[in-house]
Each structure stands twice: as structure tokens, then as C-alpha cells.
């Protein structure tokens, strides 16, 4: 399961999703709150059950003087 963020509070927000092979599948980039991305699980017009897929969502904190990006890593699969 990916997780909810509170996009209110940060900045730069942005998600990569990855196949087993480490080829990029999806990118969402500046999500901001009412702006939700949706993967539809498919990779080259097909969806590839019974796979996981790493991501890695990077953002940073709106209201720091110097904000730094902080990541979280993460994988979802896509079941049949």
C-alpha cells in the first residue's frame, strides 16, 4: 500500500514506480492536495499481474528555511 501524505504540509511532492527490472512504469510529479495520481497497473499497454512494483516517493517539508528532500521506498503489487 502506498501512503497518504499530507501534501498541505510539503512540497515538490513526487512518486516513481519501477518494474523488476528497474525500467520507470509511472511518475507523478508536484501533487498537491486535490490532485491525486492514479496508476492503472499497466506497463506497455498491459497489466502484468502477480508482480511488485518499488517506489519511491520524494518530497520535502514546505515550511523549513532549508528544506531537505526525504524519501520514502516502498512496493505495491499488482495481484490477479
Not at 501512503?3 to 509511472?26: A, H
Not at 511488485?52 to 528544506?67: G, L, M, Q, R
Request: with cysteine; glycine share 6%; proline share 6%.
Amino acid at each position: 500500500r502506498i501512503p497518504m501524505l499530507d501534501t498541505c504540509k510539503l512540497k515538490d511532492v513526487s512518486i516513481k514506480i519501477f518494474n523488476r527490472w528497474g525500467e520507470q512504469v509511472y511518475e507523478a510529479n508536484h501533487i498537491t492536495n486535490g490532485i491525486k495520481p492514479e496508476w492503472n497497473g499497466k506497463y506497455k499497454g498491459k497489466i502484468h499481474y502477480n508482480q511488485n512494483y518499488p517506489y519511491i516517493i520524494s518530497y520535502k517539508p514546505k515550511y523549513d528555511a532549508n528544506p531537505k528532500t526525504s524519501y520514502i521506498k516502498g512496493e505495491v503489487w499488482i495481484l490477479n
